[in-house]
C-alpha cells in the first residue's frame, strides 16, 4: 500500500511555470506507475501524464503535451510534474495518483492523493 501527499499548487499568471510534486510513503515506490490528473469546477477528472515505474516512458495528455514534463526520483519516493506556459484553462485540482501492475498508459490507478490547487490567472 502507498500513500501519496501532493505539494507546490498555488497561484501564476498565465505563462508561468510550476512544479508539482507527490511524496509517496512505503519502500516499494520504484515499483509504481504513476500518474498526474486533474479536476476542473464543474468538470470530470482528467488525465494529465503518466510515467512507468522506471521513468523510461512517460505519457501526456493532448492538451498538455509539449508544457507539462513528468518525472520521478525513486530514490526520494516522488513524482513531479514542471508545468510551463500555463494557461488560465490548466486551472484545476491536481491529483497525483500511484498502482503497481498494468501498464504506464493505463488510466485506472488504486491509490490517490488529497489533491493540490493550481490557479491560472489570466
Known amino acids: 500500500q502507498v500513500q501519496l501527499e501532493e505539494s507546490g499548487g498555488g497561484l501564476v499568471q498565465a505563462g508561468g511555470s510550476l512544479r508539482l510534486s507527490c511524496a509517496a510513503s512505503?519502500?516499494?515506490?520504484?515499483?509504481?506507475?504513476m500518474g498526474w490528473f486533474r479536476q476542473a469546477p464543474g468538470k470530470e477528472r482528467e488525465f494529465v501524464a503518466a510515467?512507468?515505474?522506471?521513468?523510461?516512458?512517460?505519457y501526456y495528455a493532448d492538451s498538455v503535451k509539449g508544457r507539462f514534463t513528468i518525472s520521478r526520483d525513486n530514490a526520494k519516493n516522488t513524482v513531479y510534474l514542471q508545468m510551463n506556459s500555463l494557461k488560465p484553462e490548466d486551472t484545476a485540482v491536481y491529483y497525483c495518483?500511484?498502482?503497481?501492475?498494468?501498464?504506464?498508459?493505463?488510466?485506472?490507478?488504486?491509490?490517490w492523493g488529497q489533491g493540490t490547487q493550481v490557479t491560472v490567472s489570466s
Open positions: 510515467i512507468s515505474w522506471s521513468g523510461d516512458y512517460t
Open positions: 512505503g519502500r516499494t515506490f520504484s515499483s509504481y506507475r
Open positions: 495518483a500511484a498502482d503497481p501492475s498494468g501498464r504506464y498508459y493505463d488510466l485506472t490507478y488504486g491509490y
